[in-house]
């Protein structure tokens, strides 16, 4: 009995590792991006919120769920060129932006999404990998959206093209010493307002996969940090979009350990195993942060660094 | 040649510009918003004023809501002096009430006033540790303070869940857990039945006052000037920078802990889940706003806090969702922190208009000036 448990709770974690984290695979490897030009966007928090509700409203009204995903981008992609904007001007802080970027952004989508709580919009399919077992929770936990695939494909592609591609060579360079891109007649400005909108596209993509997939409801409690806890996922994964990929499955797996627990009916601290991710996310920041250096990876322009 | 008073009061309401200018655009961007939508815009201006500051009722509300702010606001305000964004009130604000709604039930029976202040002791303590732990975790280990003071808000508030709906619930709170409610001598009334605000608004003025008096008066406030202007100077000078960069985030968390202690006995009787409303949040905003000036924090709360109060009105005349104030306040800080590209120019524009419009025979002179600067 105790060793079925076992089993259960770590099918669990496995299951909740890609479930939970796919969220956090995207809008890490958004941050990844928007970081990568030497800015950073704390306002991810906000654009997830804004693309759980667009994507569940525009899935609702259009009855395809991938247009939801889309639009979601697109809300995605607006708000994140707002702050790239915006933050083009001298003298706004991105970090205090990115704070206001959260409040404007979770105010959007609770004033446009109260409509959009009650209604079920049609889901995001996925795909059954665990037919060859009898076993209904092994299939239910091999049961992978779709996205989570996009996702991994995404990383790798983000992990060649960063270091292929006459785009991601740029960007890099704007984002490590931003007078070296001047000097070569890049305009750093235009470059990092491209970086944070195609970053918030792709926190807007992890928004409506939590109101389209997992949880798979839209309500005003349905992010709990997780486009912060990518900013510190993207510090850990020390800017490579194929370490985003690990420390997303990581970081999905410890918010599954409550879930999980209660799968085999521990209730207790049920606040408490909830908040690992946070924990685990303070603790690997303690570990891989140094006051008297500045991390090995880390674009030179990066305000988080100053 | 226009006259000299127009050119001396725009010398003098220059550095308000900003701020102005965000108000307008905040204004602005809120009536297209709604417009866009077809709802009453019109009415909602007017209606935000009225819910704010219309009535003695109106005032009572947005006081009662500015006082936690004020002390949030000060979470985010000291901290600032020395260079940090700290955005981890709101856990700071429930550690504190929390700590405070226990304090009577571990302590043997007090006289209410001894009693209050080993609460508000307590609450100042538990917000100024979380805090201070933020401060902590970035001289020492290099780690972020706006990203760290964020999660350990989320973990404060997890800490503050388990306990008040597991250890320390009161089993007779039934459909909303909560510690066991405050003997009714340990609760803190309102300044005056005519006048129906709780004593937290007193000690949220006296707070900020008196951090403006550290950071504009005192040797401290100096050194944090230098501390927060750049990160070498003050090594060079041997200021103590992990001192008092500690030093504003524990009176910071401080402030917000104390928040927490007057909701807890003035506003809800006990710690519950009703104390994470926000206050925290919209603390950032206000300090902000105040552009990190304890005294400017007074205002800004009051306003902010009419802005809030005025929630339910816009609710019940309009039919407006109650996330509409939420929508304006992110609007508002978007557009303050925007136009803060403004303060560029402004200096400039200064010499320019005293240059031009005030002082003609000292022309010469004030042309010196600009040519220097530019």
Known sequence: MVESDLSIFLLALLAGAIRVGTPFL??????????????INLGLEG????????????????????????????????????????CSLPRVNDIAFGIALILFGTGLAFFLGKDFIQPSAPMLPSIPLGGWSDDTRVRSALNVNVLFFIGVALAFVLHWGLRGTRWG?????????????????????????????????????????????????????????????????????????????????????????????????????????????????????????????????????????? | MLKPWLGRAGVLLLPALPTLCALVTTAVLFIAFLLIQ???????????????????????????????????????ALPARAGLIIIGGEGALVLGGLAAAV??????????????????????????????????????????????????????????????????????SLNKPSTPP???????????????????????????????????????????????????????LGLPVDRLVLLTCVLGGGAAGLAGMFEVSAVQGSANTALISGYGTAGILVAFAARHNPLAIIACAILLGGLEASGGLLQRRLGLPDATTLILQGMLFINLLAWETLTRRTGDWRLWLRGHWIAAPRAGLEEKGETSHG
Not at chain 2, 49 to 72: D, K, V
Not at chain 2, 116 to 134: E, H
Not at chain 2, 186 to 208: E, K, P, T
Not at chain 2, 212 to 219: A, D, I, Q
Request: hydrophobic share 50%.
């Open chain 1, 26 to 39: 995207f809008v890490s490897l958004g941050e990844c991006l928007t970081e990568k030009g030497g800015r």
């Open chain 1, 47 to 86: 654009i997830l919120v804004t693309g759980a509700m667009t994507g569940y409203a525009v899935s609702y009204l259009s009855g395809s769920p991938w247009l939801g995903v889309l639009a979601a981008g697109g809300a995605g992609l607006c708000l994140g060129l707002v702050h790239g904007v915006i």
């Open chain 1, 169 to 306: 060579l740029v960007l890099r360079l704007v984002g490590d010493h931003e007078d070296s891109a001047q000097a070569l007649g890049y305009r750093a400005a235009g470059v990092r307002i491209v970086a944070t909108g195609v970053g918030g596209f792709l926190a807007g993509v992890g928004g409506a996969y939590l109101s389209l997939y997992y949880p798979g409801s839209w309500n005003e409690g349905l992010s709990s940090g997780q486009g912060l806890m990518a900013v510190a996922l993207v510090i850990f994964a020390r800017w490579q979009p194929i370490n985003c990929l690990w420390a997303a499955l990581l970081f999905g797996a410890a918010g599954a350990v409550g879930p999980a627990l209660q799968a085999i009916g521990i209730g207790w601290g049920y606040y408490l195993f909830n908040a690992i991710p946070y924990v685990l996310t303070l603790a690997v920041m303690v570990i891989t942060c140094r006051p008297d250096r500045t991390l090995s990876g880390a674009p030179g322009e990066l305000s988080l660094n100053r």
């Open chain 2, 38 to 76: 077809g709802r009453p815009a019109w009415q909602a201006g007017p209606l935000v004023f009225e819910g704010a500051f219309g009535s003695l009722f109106a005032w009572e509300n947005t006081l009662m809501r500015a006082a936690p702010l004020m002390l949030t606001a000060l979470c985010v």
């Open chain 2, 103 to 172: 304090t009577p039930l571990w302590l043997p029976a007090l006289p209410a006033w001894p009693m209050l202040i080993a609460m508000g002791v307590a609450s100042m303590l538990a917000g100024g540790l979380w805090i201070g732990l933020s401060g902590w975790l970035r001289q020492k280990r290099g780690v972020n303070e706006t990203i760290g003071s964020l999660l350990l808000s989320y973990i404060g508030l997890a800490i503050f869940r388990h306990l008040v709906e597991g250890p320390l619930r009161d089993p007779n």
């Open chain 2, 182 to 236: 405050l003997d009714s001598s340990y609760q803190i009334g309102v300044i005056s039945d005519s006048f129906y605000v709780h004593w937290g608004l007193v000690a949220g003025i006296v707070a900020c006052v008196l951090a403006w008096v550290l950071v504009r008066y005192s040797v401290i406030g100096f050194a944090l000037r230098v501390v927060g202007g750049n990160p070498r100077t003050p090594r060079m």
